[in-house]
C-alpha cells in the first residue's frame, strides 16, 4: 500500500441513509477509507454496501451524518465535478449500449473537454492496459463482447480520466469462474502499480480476501467490523465467523477431495 | 375508359395533388414532432405534466377527423387559407402517437444505465441528449412512423374544407358515384402511405441496430 502518511481519502460520520418511506438501509455508519488502499465492503443483498457505494459519489445523499471526500463533505461538492473525480464501474448493465467501446471510453474525458488527439491516445492506452488491443475491439458495440470483455471495458472506462478514487460494485459479478479469476489477478495486478483509492462491493468472500487490503463486513444496514484478511479469518465475531466458515468449510472440502484421489 | 387510360388522361392533376398531399403531411409532421418530442421529454422530467399531456393528446385522437376540421374553422388566423388549417388539425391529430413514444421511449430506458450515467458526471442535458435521446429514438421513430401513416390517410379528408390533396379525387368521386376518381386518389394515396411506412421502417432499423 502506498499511503505513508496514512491520510484519509473518504471518511463516514455517523451516516443514516433512510428510503423516501423511511425505512433506514444503512444505520449510524462510521467508516475511513485510506488513501491508495483497496476496502471491500463484503454483506449480503440488502446489507446496505451499494448505498455506501453511491453515498460517496452523491447518486445518493444521506439524511444524517456526512460524507467526507478528500477533506470535503458530499453537500459542498458539487455533484458532477464529485463524479467526475470518482471512477464508477458497475456489473454487466454499465455500458452504453449505443456507443462502442471507444466512445464509451472516451466519455468522460469527452465531457471534460480533452483534445480528440490526447483521448484518442488515453483510450488506446487504456484498452491495451485491460488488455484488450484497440485495433481489434475499438470500434466493438457491447453486444458484441464477451462478459469478460464488458467488465475489461467498463474498467477501462472508470479509468479513463485517471480518477484518484475508484467505486466498483460486483464489477466481476456476472462472470463465469475462470474468468472472473482472470480478471481478479489482472486487477489486483494492475491496483498494485496505480495505488487508487478503491471501494469494492461484493458479496463474494474470496474476493473480498483476495482483492482487499480491508474488509468492511455489513449487516443488516450496520457496519459489522473493519478486518485486514488476517484478523478477518481470526475473527470471533459471529457475522464475520460465519463468511470465514465458508472458506474454512470449503478448504476442508478441497483437502477431502485431494486425499480421496491419491 | 379503363382506369390505366384514366390516370394517364388525369396524370399531371393526379400527381399536382400528390404533391399537396405530401407537402401537407410532411409539414404537419415537423410540426407534430416539433412539438411532440419535446412535450414527452417534459413529461418525463416533470411528473405531474404526464397525464396532462398525454391525457390531452389522447382527447385530440378521439375527436373525428372531419369534426377536428370543422372545429378549427372560426379560428382566425386558420381559416384564412384552408391548407394551413389542414396542417395545423394534421399536426395536432399526429400528437398522440408521438408524444406518447417519446415518453415512453425514454422511461423505458434501462435505469441501471441511467444510473451509471450520473454516477460519471453527466449533468442532466447530457444524460438526456448521449443517453436517452439516442437509447429511445427507435421507439419515437416508431410513433412518427404511426402518426405518419395516420396522417396520410386523413390528409384526404382535408379536401372537405378546400385544402387539396387526393382527396379531391375522392370526394369528386363520391360525389358523381365514379369509382375510377375515387380510385386516382385511393390509391396514390394509399402508395404514398406504404412508402412512408417502408422508409421510416428502414430508418428505424439502423438505430435500433445496437441497441
Redesign the interface.
Known amino acids: 500500500m502506498n499511503n505513508p502518511d496514512g491520510s484519509i481519502a473518504i471518511q463516514f460520520s455517523n451516516v443514516t441513509y433512510r428510503t423516501a418511506d423511511g425505512r433506514p438501509l444503512l444505520a449510524h455508519l462510521n467508516l475511513q477509507v485510506l488513501t491508495g488502499e483497496t476496502l471491500v465492503l463484503l454483506g449480503r443483498s440488502g446489507s446496505g454496501k451499494t448505498t455506501t457505494l453511491k453515498l460517496i459519489n452523491n447518486l445518493l445523499a444521506c439524511q444524517e451524518g456526512q460524507v467526507i471526500v478528500e477533506g470535503k463533505s458530499t453537500n459542498d461538492w458539487d455533484p458532477i465535478r464529485l463524479r467526475r473525480h470518482i471512477g464508477y464501474a458497475i456489473q454487466e448493465v454499465g455500458l452504453f449500449p449505443h456507443m462502442n467501446v471507444e466512445k464509451n471510453v472516451a466519455l468522460v474525458p469527452q465531457l471534460e473537454g480533452w483534445a480528440a488527439e490526447k483521448i484518442h491516445g488515453r483510450v488506446e492506452e487504456l484498452l491495451a492496459l485491460v488488455g484488450l488491443p484497440p485495433a481489434e475491439f475499438r470500434r466493438r458495440y457491447p453486444h458484441q463482447l464477451s462478459g469478460g470483455q464488458r467488465q475489461r471495458v467498463g474498467l477501462a472506462r472508470a479509468l479513463a480520466a485517471d480518477p484518484p478514487i475508484l467505486l466498483m460494485d460486483e464489477p466481476f459479478g456476472a462472470l463465469d469462474p475462470v474468468t472472473r479469476a482472470d480478471i481478479q489477478r489482472e486487477f489486483k495486478a494492475l491496483q498494485q502499480r496505480m495505488h487508487k483509492t478503491v471501494v469494492f462491493v461484493t458479496h463474494d468472500v474470496r474476493e473480498a480476501m483476495f482483492l482487499g487490503n480491508r474488509i468492511a463486513v455489513l449487516e443488516k444496514g450496520a457496519l459489522q467490523g473493519v478486518y485486514s484478511p488476517t484478523e478477518f479469518l481470526q475473527s470471533k465475531d459471529p457475522v464475520v465467523a460465519e463468511y470465514a466458515n465458508v472458506l474454512r468449510s470449503e478448504m476442508e472440502f478441497m483437502q477431502e477431495v485431494r486425499k480421496a484421489s491419491r | 375508359m379503363n382506369l390505366v387510360q384514366f390516370f394517364a388522361a388525369h396524370w399531371s392533376e393526379i400527381m399536382r395533388s400528390a404533391f399537396e398531399h405530401i407537402r401537407m403531411v410532411m409539414i404537419a409532421m415537423l410540426l407534430a414532432a416539433g412539438t411532440g418530442i419535446p412535450l414527452g421529454i417534459f413529461a418525463t422530467r416533470w411528473r405531474s405534466l404526464r397525464a396532462p399531456v398525454l391525457g390531452i393528446s389522447n382527447m385530440i385522437q378521439t375527436i373525428p377527423s372531419l369534426a377536428l376540421f370543422g372545429f378549427l374553422l372560426p379560428v382566425p388566423w386558420l381559416a384564412e387559407r384552408s391548407s394551413r388549417l389542414a396542417i395545423v388539425a394534421l399536426a395536432l391529430y399526429s400528437l398522440l402517437p408521438i408524444v406518447r413514444n417519446t415518453y415512453a421511449g425514454i422511461m423505458g430506458v434501462?435505469p441501471?444505465?441511467r444510473?451509471?450515467?450520473?454516477?460519471?458526471?453527466?449533468?442532466g442535458a447530457?444524460l438526456l441528449w448521449?443517453?436517452e435521446m439516442?437509447?429511445a429514438m427507435s421507439t419515437i421513430l416508431a410513433g412518427i412512423r404511426v402518426a405518419t401513416v395516420i396522417a396520410v390517410g386523413v390528409a384526404t379528408i382535408a379536401a372537405a374544407i378546400g385544402a387539396g390533396g387526393l382527396g379531391e379525387f375522392v370526394f369528386r368521386g363520391v360525389a358523381m358515384v365514379d369509382n375510377q376518381f375515387i380510385l386516382a386518389g385511393a390509391i396514390p394515396a394509399a402508395v404514398l402511405a406504404l412508402t412512408a411506412d417502408f422508409t421510416l421502417g428502414l430508418l428505424q432499423k439502423r438505430l435500433q441496430r445496437?441497441?
Open positions: 434501462d441501471a444505465v444510473e451509471v450515467g450520473r454516477g460519471m458526471g453527466m449533468t447530457q448521449r443517453v439516442p437509447l445496437h441497441n
